[in-house]
């Protein structure tokens, strides 16, 4: 599924990937064997026996991914399944549907990201407006006027964004630590800058944006943060608790602009829904409504994580335009593993690694190349 959370069934990561085999009365030595040669496969051996509620949604991916394999089925549909990966694990995942392949599955994948599956597609299915459109081949889809989101990562043009001059202080952090996850952070966030947070599942991206909203009690260190920040979640039905997209977005300030309402609305493609219940959108329609509700805010410190987890290019651009309105007067935070989102909207860029920032910098032509070494970096790890 596009949010693992929606098939689980139990509460402990072995238990979850044990479980259809239990169902199916597998004896205990071939569930054991199945889980070793899974763990191999996958490179999961840090899932195992793990509270679920813990895990990172990248996590929760992987360990779908591998439940979802326990049985040896001949097909396989993937829904959206690099949407919560961090790259290293979205070209683990690119290994094995090569792999799958080539011992004969079928494999079925819907996705508005495509790098990952470069020349290992045979056909592609187009549904637009309703109607079905079938390219016989890879190269077919690429010569198309659909916009197929770079096939190539790092040889995309990057637009660059200027440094503020002037900068004011919204949100600082201090010798910050939790647990085992933050490690002693020191990071300051400014007035119309836009800064991406980056680094693989784990790294603490979400820990660290939960210290800043007050979610998480920092273990030591200091938050200081200009009024209460508006925290977009990765996960949307965590969220949204209204009875139609208009209520939802009038729930935390009845005093919204009717007009106003339907000018953002719009902007991101989901007037059209104002009355209808949240829980009845699509995946990328509720990010989009979460981004509304964050526009119709009036939090100084706005973040976001993986707020494209779900668009297509069309809805990407869409939010990329209103971020970089709603940085005029506020600091935008982003966590994300997208790197065509990223390079389109930072002007900084923060990479954690266990819990720790080991790159700070300002996205330039001269830092360009730092950017896509520590993409590469990540696939290596």
């Known amino acids: ?47 195992i026996n793990r509270d679920i509620i813990s895990l990172s949604s990248g996590e929760r991916q992987l360990l779908a991914i591998a439940s979802a394999m326990v049985l040896g089925p001949k097909i396989l549909l993937f829904d959206e399944p690099s949407a919560n990966l961090d790259y290293r694990n979205i070209m683990e995942l690119r290994k094995l549907l090569i792999r799958l392949k080539s011992m004969g599955k079928t494999i079925i994948i819907a996705d508005h990201r495509f790098f990952y599956l470069n020349c290992i597609v045979d056909r592609v299915f187009l549904i637009k407006d309703g109607k079905l ?41 201090e010798n910050l630590r939790k647990g085992e996850i933050i490690k002693d952070i020191s990071l300051s966030f400014y007035e119309d800058e836009i800064t991406t947070i980056i680094g693989a599942n784990g790294a603490g991206k979400t820990t660290l944006a939960k210290l800043l909203t007050g979610s998480y009690k920092a273990d030591k260190g200091k938050i ?19 009875t139609s997209v208009s209520n939802e977005v009038r729930l935390g300030n009845k005093k919204i602009d009717k007009k106003r309402e339907e000018e953002v609305l719009s902007r991101l493609g989901i007037w059209k829904y104002h009355d209808t219940h949240p829980f009845d959108l699509s995946g990328g329609e509720k990010q989009r409504l979460q981004i509304a509700m964050a526009a119709l805010s009036d939090a100084r410190v706005l973040i976001f994580d993986e707020p494209t987890s779900g ?7 869409s939010s990329v335009s209103e971020m970089e309105g709603l940085a005029k007067g506020r600091a935008v935070i982003n966590i994300s593993h997208d790197y065509e989102f990223i390079i389109k909207i930072s002007h900084r860029i923060i990479y954690l690694e266990e819990g720790r920032v080991k790159e700070d910098f300002y996205l330039s032509k001269e830092t360009a190349k730092t950017l896509d070494n520590i993409f590469k970096k990540m696939e290596e790890v």
Not at 145 to 172: G, N, Q, V
Not at 311 to 317: A, E, F, I, P, T
Request: negative net charge; charged residues 30%; glycine residues 2%.
């Open 1 to 47: 599924f596009q949010n693992p959370r929606s098939q689980f069934f139990t509460l402990n990561s072995t238990n979850e990937l044990v479980f259809a085999m239990e169902n199916y009365g597998f004896s205990r030595k071939e569930m054991e064997e199945k889980i070793d040669s899974l763990t191999e496969e996958l490179h999961i051996k840090n899932l």
């Open 133 to 173: 459109k079938i390219y016989d081949n890879e190269e077919a889809f690429k010569n198309s006027t659909y916009d197929t989101r770079s096939f190539e990562l790092f040889r995309m043009e990057i637009p660059f964004k200027a440094e503020c001059a002037e900068k004011k202080k919204l949100a600082e952090v």
């Open 224 to 242: 200081t943060t200009e009024g209460m920040p508006f925290y977009v979640m990765q996960d949307a039905d965590y969220q949204l608790f209204g």
């Open 311 to 317: 668009l297509d290019v069309k809805s990407m651009n």
